[in-house]
C-alpha cells in the first residue's frame, strides 16, 4: 500500500510538473509571439544576432545544410512518423501509435493556424527556395515533436544512465541543427526558430499530462460499440 501511494504521489507531481513547464513554455512564446507581431527592437536584435552566429556563408556549408535540413521538413517527418506509427501497431502498441501520430499532426495544425495568423514575411536573400510564412518554423516544431518521440520510446529501454545521456545527447544536437540550419538558409529568422521550440516543448508536455484522461474518454464510445 504504501509502495502504491507514493507512485501515485510521484505521477501527480509528474503531471503537475509537466502542465507547469507547458505552461511556461507557451507564455514565453506568448511573450514572443506579442514582440514578433510589434517588430519590436528586442526581436530585431535577437534576428540579427542569429544570422551572424551563422556567418560566414559558403558552398560547401550551404550544400551539407541544405540536405540536413531536408531531414527537418514537416512532409519528410509525417511520413517517417506515418511509418513509426505502423511499426508501433504491428508490435500490438496501438496506443502509441495513435497517441504519437496525433501529437505531430495536430501539432502541426497548430503551427499553420498561428503561420496564418501571423504572416510573418520570410528573411531576404535566402539560399534556398521556399515558400509560405515565417513564425513559427514548421522544420522545427516538426523535428522537436519526433525527436522527443524517439527518446520517449527509446530511453525506457536504457539500463544505465550513460545510455539516456547519451540519447538526450544525440538528440539535442539534431534539434540545434535544424534549427540552426533553418536560420542560416535564411529560411527564418532566429525568433522563428525559437518560438516553435517553445510552442513544440509547451505542446508535447501538456498534451502528455492529459494523455491517460484522453484516452479514458475516448474508450466510452468505443465500448460502447
Known amino acids: 500500500n504504501v509502495i502504491t501511494k507514493?507512485?501515485?504521489a510521484y505521477k501527480i507531481?509528474?503531471?503537475?510538473?509537466?502542465?507547469?513547464?507547458?505552461?511556461?513554455?507557451?507564455?514565453?512564446?506568448?511573450?514572443?509571439?506579442f514582440n514578433v507581431l510589434t517588430k519590436s527592437l528586442f526581436i530585431r536584435s535577437i534576428d540579427t544576432s542569429g544570422f551572424a552566429l551563422t556567418a560566414p556563408v559558403s558552398k560547401v556549408k550551404t550544400t551539407i545544410l541544405t540536405e540536413l535540413t531536408f531531414m527537418g521538413d514537416p512532409v519528410t517527418v509525417g511520413i517517417?512518423?506515418?511509418?513509426?506509427?505502423?511499426?508501433l501497431w504491428r508490435r500490438g502498441r496501438a496506443t502509441d501509435s495513435v497517441w504519437y501520430g496525433m501529437l505531430q499532426f495536430i501539432g502541426y495544425c497548430l503551427v499553420i493556424l498561428i503561420?496564418?495568423?501571423?504572416?510573418?514575411?520570410?528573411?531576404?536573400?535566402?539560399?534556398?527556395?521556399?515558400?509560405?510564412?515565417?513564425?513559427?518554423?514548421g522544420h522545427t516544431f516538426s523535428t522537436v515533436i519526433f525527436t522527443f518521440t524517439i527518446l520517449a520510446l527509446l530511453l525506457p529501454y536504457c539500463k544505465v544512465k550513460w545510455q539516456k545521456v547519451f540519447?538526450?545527447?544525440?538528440?539535442?544536437?539534431?534539434?540545434?541543427i535544424i534549427m540552426y540550419s533553418r536560420v542560416y538558409l535564411h529560411a527564418h529568422f532566429t525568433s522563428?526558430?525559437?518560438?516553435?521550440?517553445?510552442?513544440?516543448?509547451?505542446?508535447?508536455?501538456?498534451?502528455?499530462?492529459?494523455?491517460?484522461?484522453?484516452?479514458?474518454?475516448?474508450?466510452?464510445?468505443?465500448?460502447?460499440?
Open 13 to 33: 507531481m509528474h503531471k503537475k510538473a509537466q502542465i507547469g513547464f507547458g505552461f511556461f513554455c507557451w507564455i514565453l512564446f506568448g511573450i514572443l509571439l
Open 80 to 87: 517517417i512518423t506515418i511509418g513509426l506509427m505502423l511499426l
Open 167 to 176: 540519447l538526450e545527447i544525440i538528440g539535442a544536437l539534431w534539434i540545434i
Open 192 to 225: 522563428d526558430v525559437i518560438g516553435a521550440f517553445l510552442l513544440a516543448s509547451g505542446w508535447w508536455l501538456l498534451a502528455n499530462s492529459q494523455r491517460t484522461v484522453f484516452f479514458h474518454w475516448l474508450q466510452k464510445p468505443v465500448n460502447k460499440v
Open 6 to 8: 507514493m507512485n501515485e
Open 115 to 137: 503561420k496564418y495568423s501571423v504572416t510573418r514575411f520570410r528573411p531576404s536573400f535566402r539560399l534556398i527556395n521556399v515558400s509560405g510564412y515565417s513564425f513559427p518554423s
